[in-house]
T-cell receptor
Framework: DAMVIQNPRYQVTQFGKPVTLSCSQT?????MYWYQQKSSQAPKLLFH???????NEADTPDNFQSRRPNTSFCFLDIRSPGLGDAAMYLC?????????????FGPGTRLLVL | LAKTTQPISMDSYEGQEVNITCSHN???????ITWYQQFPSQGPRFIIQ???TKVTNEVASLFIPADRKSSTLSLPRVSLSDTAVYYC????????????FGKGTRLSVIA
């Protein structure tokens, strides 16, 4: 089945130690998104790629970076994780960037910062 | 960017119809209304989308009045497995509007 895959499902890192979260998709969608979701809060968009074009949200900290080496894969790099970065990180894809295109979400990676 | 307002939480018994209303007073002419469902520890899942009047699919119905300043998601005969957070989003076709999730409505279905 076509899907959005996130690995690992749970990630533990140390304060200040760089960490990379992975997302892959078999939907061949043009757009890939990264969201941060903290406990009992709504998902917050960090950035998205439309093909190779990177679109950063204005309030996304510089500590968060992303790479999309090809259509299928997208990575979220947190350069120096702080305690406040502990959250669920959701990857999503869509055919196009407009709201009318359904977004397909992965199961998320829960990040714990010690 | 149209802001949305939903009730924070709702409770319902199994078998009842649940209606969740979303207010979007500043909705623009080109904006569509989309609802997502999120179960605990999972990513959100698309439920339904509409522009005006009524849309129905196998999961839910979406009612949008003529002024489009609100919309109502209707879930028929809910079961325990419908316990989730429901998000209402508003945006246009341009792709320039970022997808902003509001606070959502936490629906608890009770046996």
């Amino acid at each position: 089945d076509a899907m959005v895959i996130q690995n690992p499902r749970y990630q533990v890192t140390q304060f200040g130690k760089p960490v990379t979260l992975s997302c892959s998709q078999t939907l061949n969608h043009n757009v890939m998104y990264w969201y941060q979701q903290k406990s009992s809060q709504a998902p917050k968009l960090l950035f998205h790629y439309y093909d190779k074009d990177f679109n950063n949200e204005a309030d996304t900290p510089d500590n968060f970076q992303s790479r999309r080496p090809n259509t299928s894969f997208c990575f979220l790099d947190i350069r120096s994780p702080g305690l406040g970065d502990a959250a669920m990180y959701l990857c999503a894809t869509s055919r196009g960037p407009s709201l009318q295109e359904t977004q397909y979400f992965g199961p998320g990676t829960r990040l714990l910062v010690l | 960017l149209a802001k949305t307002t939903q009730p924070i939480s709702m409770d319902s018994y199994e078998g009842q119809e649940v209606n969740i209303t979303c207010s979007h007073n500043n909705i623009a002419t080109n904006d569509y209304i989309t609802w997502y469902q999120q179960f605990p520890s999972q990513g959100p899942r698309f439920i339904i989308q509409g522009y005006k009047t009524k849309v129905t699919n196998e999961v839910a119905s979406l009612f949008i009045p003529a002024d489009r300043k609100s919309s109502t998601l209707s879930l028929p005969r809910v079961s325990l497995s419908d316990t989730a957070v429901y998000y209402c989003l508003v945006g246009d076709r341009s792709g320039n509007t970022p997808l902003v999730f509001g606070k959502g409505t936490r629906l608890s279905v009770i046996a």
